[in-house]
Every structure is written in C-alpha cells, then in structure tokens.
C-alpha cells in the first residue's frame, strides 16, 4: 500500500459516507509560503456514493453475501469433521 493509498484510507475513515462506491485523492498544487515560512498542499478528495434507494439494495446484497459465507464455512467445518 503506498502513501497515497494510505492517505486515502485515513481520508475515507473521517470523511467517507457509509454508502460510498469509491473515493479518490488527488494532489492539486504546492507552493511555500513565505511569510509563515511553511510548506502548503491543496488536495482534493472526491467520493462517490450510492443513491439511497440503490444502496438499500447493495446493504441487503452485502448482508446476503455474509450470511452466505457463514453458511459455506459451517459446511466445510461440517465436511472436515466428518473425515
């Protein structure tokens, strides 16, 4: 994971919604300023969410998606066992 990666992770933990689909950051300039003597970036973190009718459907698909693989692991535990 590089930096960027990593800014974006922290970026999406303060600032993301719950219903995002994707976000990106991106660095849109840098200059130093003279009279504070420091260095100023300005990014700009874009996120894209899901309409909320859509993403009642996506959060269902998730919990269906779990629920699934609950069931998959109890059934491979259930083969093991069984050997």
């Known amino acids: 994971m590089n930096t960027w990666n990593k800014l974006l992770a922290a970026l999406d933990s303060v600032l ?3 219903n995002k689909k994707n976000s990106k950051v991106k660095k849109l300039r840098q200059a ?3 009279n504070t003597g420091e260095y100023v970036f300005w990014l700009e973190y874009r996120i894209s969410v899901y ?4 993403w009642k459907q996506v959060k269902e ?6 629920l699934l693989k609950v069931a ?3 059934l491979h535990a259930a083969r093991l066992k069984g050997r």
């Open 16 to 18: 993301g919604f719950p």
């Open 32 to 34: 130093f300023d003279n």
């Open 51 to 54: 309409p909320p009718e859509l």
């Open 61 to 66: 698909n998730q919990q269906s998606d779990s």
């Open 72 to 74: 998959a692991d109890a």
